[in-house]
């Protein structure tokens, strides 16, 4: 009668913990998924502002020139929404017509002659930077993690970045990019339950990895991403975020 009242009791012990431990993946899911839907709330306000629109449409401004409040009133919006959401490092608005590119704090008038000094993405060199950041089409897009460095700081960094204007983006009239703090990120994977060998995944729509914790694990789990997009393909409409508890 003992070992049947024990068996009983670590039976409904294990079953309140997985039940817990459910809860709280799916609690850490939905953070996740709303955070990415902030962001790209957030995208979708600057690019039907004003402001922001007449910065885009903006030719290169002469010295002295009253139009340099065009890019005041922007950048304004840059560091309002900066300031909004704890997750965002830095915002970057790019005019293709004059080709500026504006920070909520700082400007650049010569991309090319200042990138090095100021900011520089994944060890690309400017002309590579416009190559990969500025000449494609984005529309919502997300982008795996990757090393920044700005202001003489090196750190790591999610990118959400969306073309200019919102109803043509064929137009490829500038660029709205976004930088993530991962430790934002990780913040939302610590509530969840520390599993020796777990592996947490961020991934996009597509079932393409965004982040993956913890780091040592990026290569070892480069084999299950076609099964995540097998998994993603057999649901019945796509998602934006999910997190996966991968065991070894």
């Not at 293709?96 to 400007?107: I, Q, R, T, W």
Request: charged share 20%.
């Amino acid at each position: 009668m003992i070992a049947v009242t024990e068996y009983r009791f670590f039976r409904r012990a294990i079953k309140n913990r997985m039940d817990t431990c459910k809860n709280t993946l799916i609690k850490t899911a939905d953070a996740l998924h709303l955070t990415m839907s902030e962001i790209q709330r957030f995208s979708y306000m600057l690019m039907i502002n004003t402001d922001v629109q007449a910065f885009v449409m903006q030719n290169t401004i002469a010295q002295g020139s009253a139009d340099i409040q065009i890019l005041i009133d922007a950048q304004r919006q840059l560091s309002y929404v900066k300031s909004v959401h704890p997750a965002i490092d830095s915002l970057y608005l790019y005019s293709k017509k004059s080709d500026y590119l504006l920070e909520a704090d700082n400007a650049f008038f010569d991309i090319d002659a200042m990138y090095a000094a100021l900011f520089t993405f994944q060890d690309l060199n400017s002309r590579q930077w416009r190559e990969y950041y500025l000449r494609p089409v984005y529309v919502n897009a997300w982008m795996p993690e990757s090393p920044v460095v700005s202001k003489g700081i090196r750190r790591k960094v999610l990118v959400f970045e969306q073309t200019f204007p919102l109803q043509n983006t064929a137009a490829n009239a500038g660029k709205l990019i976004i930088l993530l703090k991962t430790s934002y990120f990780e913040g939302l994977f610590s509530t969840l339950p520390a599993f020796t060998e777990a592996v947490f995944w961020l991934i996009d729509s597509k079932g393409r990895p965004l982040l993956i914790r913890p780091e040592r694990a990026v290569k070892e789990t480069e084999p299950v991403q076609s099964e995540i997009q097998t998994m993603l393909s057999a649901m019945p409409k796509p998602i934006q975020t999910q997190t996966k508890e991968t065991s070894r």
